[in-house]
């Protein structure tokens, strides 16, 4: 069984930076597509980014171009570097795992980190 783990939230001004990990245990990861998705006070689960078997990623758009999302194998940690945060960027941030290839669909993910909280003031 998998068991994820998220770090590195925390509080941060707009345009400010932070980088959260997601550690993965219980079995290497090589072959499994890493997602961030997060949820805010009212508001739907909402997929962020990313990363599947081969190393290609995804973004949503509200975050293209200011967040990126990587992984280390060897580590089994995948890394999701969030720059020019925004207020609208608040919300806990969740890890999650599948196989091989990578989903917006949060249903679609079998292993879930229990969320770390990211705020970002205006």
């Known amino acids: 069984q998998v068991q994820l783990v998220e770090s590195g939230g925390g509080l941060v001004q707009a345009g400010g930076s932070l980088r959260l990990s997601c550690a993965a245990s219980g079995r290497t990861f090589n072959n499994y597509a890493m997602g961030w998705f997060r949820q805010a006070p009212g508001k739907e689960r909402e997929f962020v980014s990313a990363?599947?078997?081969?190393?290609?990623?995804y973004y949503a758009d509200s975050v293209k171009g200011r967040f990126t999302i990587s992984r280390d194998n060897a580590k089994n940690t995948v890394y999701l570097q969030m720059n020019s945060l925004k207020s609208e960027d608040t919300a806990v941030y969740f890890c999650a795992g599948r196989y091989l290839v990578w989903s917006v669909k949060e249903s679609d993910y079998r292993y879930w980190g229990q969320g770390t909280q990211v705020t970002v003031s205006s």
């Open positions: 990363i599947n078997w081969s190393g290609n990623t």
